[in-house]
């Protein structure tokens, strides 16, 4: 499961582009900071490799391993 | 999560910096490992990536002066020898300003662990030619262009006498985390030289103005050690190479000193 907390995002996009499965995409909505941050679009093609967990510089992604 | 002090968040670095990064691979490895925060010292310098574990992570941190997080990390050491201490700071911080403390520090084989993140510039304060500023790139006080070699700081820890050195970027997060956690384990000088974005004060000038372009130039530079040794030294000019360097055992300082303690005053 992808957690994403989107208040803490700085909208850099590491994680839309580095996403080996393309899961993740910029969302059109802000947050309270001016920031677009990510959304999950292909949920069930997550491969749960956890590359944007630790890539990502602002801890908003979590992959929550079932 | 459970690791860092989470009512101070969002971060205070830039958009597409690389030291969240390098906080997020470190207090991975800090888990992964099981070690009790409590147990850790970090000690910083001045700069950019000084704020890394300063005030982010819960553990003891050792805020310092410019270039000296050496120095003031080898008393820590020396007075706690059960803690792991671990230094986090710049290029501009110990390569540039504290060369001689990384040198000696490496030479003596103190048993610490020091992450030095290399953005190639001076961030912080506005973006002042380092000694890892690659030749060519145009910085605030090279404004034409830079015509210093840049300094390979891994190789020249390794030549000092460090037992264990590496060179990561922030693209290569999986062998990044390993290494710290090697790191921890090992016991004397470990040093890991992260190569990182800084889109703010460095890529603005090169035309990189975003994190991601500095990892898909991570990603089309690196080359790994066991690769290079047919290359010749022009074929590597404009490489990264990435990888463990040394991984030795040599006599640690802090034991030598209590053992000459004992020996000479019985305590």
């Not at chain 2, 070690?35 to 409590?38: F, G, S, Y």
């Given at each position: 499961m992808i957690e994403i907390d989107e208040e803490l995002c700085k909208g850099c996009g590491i994680c839309t582009d580095f996403c080996p499965m393309k899961v993740l995409e910029t969302s059109d909505k802000i947050n309270k900071k001016g920031y677009y941050p990510p959304k999950a679009v292909k949920e069930d093609e997550c491969l749960g490799c956890r590359l944007c967990e630790l890539l990502c510089p602002e801890f908003a992604i979590f992959i929550i391993n079932e | 999560m459970k690791y860092l002090r989470e009512e101070i968040f969002p971060t205070k670095f830039c958009s597409g910096c690389g030291c969240g990064t390098v906080l997020n691979c470190y207090a991975h490895a800090i888990d992964e490992l099981g070690?009790?925060?409590?147990n850790i010292v970090s000690v910083t310098g001045i700069g950019?990536?000084?704020w890394i574990p300063s005030p982010y992570l819960k553990c003891d941190t050792l805020h310092t002066t410019h270039g000296r997080p050496l120095a003031f990390a080898t008393g820590v050491k020396i007075m706690k020898p059960d803690m792991d201490v671990v230094v986090i700071a710049g290029d501009g911080d110990i390569a540039g300003i504290g060369g001689n403390h990384l040198i000696h520090s490496a030479r003596r084989n103190l048993d610490i662990s020091v992450f030095l993140v290399n953005n190639y510039i001076y961030g912080m304060t506005g973006g002042q030619v380092s000694p890892t500023t690659p030749m060519g790139h145009p910085t605030t006080t090279t404004p034409y262009k830079n015509i210093e070699h840049p300094m390979k700081i891994a190789e020249l820890v390794a030549a000092a006498g460090a037992s264990y050195v590496a060179r990561w970027t922030t693209y290569n997060v999986f062998p990044l985390m390993e290494s710290m956690q090697n790191a921890f384990k090992k016991k004397g000088f470990s040093f890991i030289e992260i190569l990182s974005p800084c889109p703010v004060a460095h890529g603005r000038k090169i035309g990189m103005r975003e994190g991601q372009d500095y990892l898909n130039m991570f990603k089309e530079k690196a080359i790994k050690i066991e690769k290079v040794k047919n290359l010749s030294e022009k074929e590597l000019e404009d490489r990264i190479v990435i990888g463990k360097f040394v991984d030795r055992e040599r006599t640690e300082f802090t034991e030598s000193l209590r053992k000459l303690n004992q020996e000479r005053i019985g305590k």
């Open positions: - | 070690l009790n925060p409590e950019c990536s000084s």
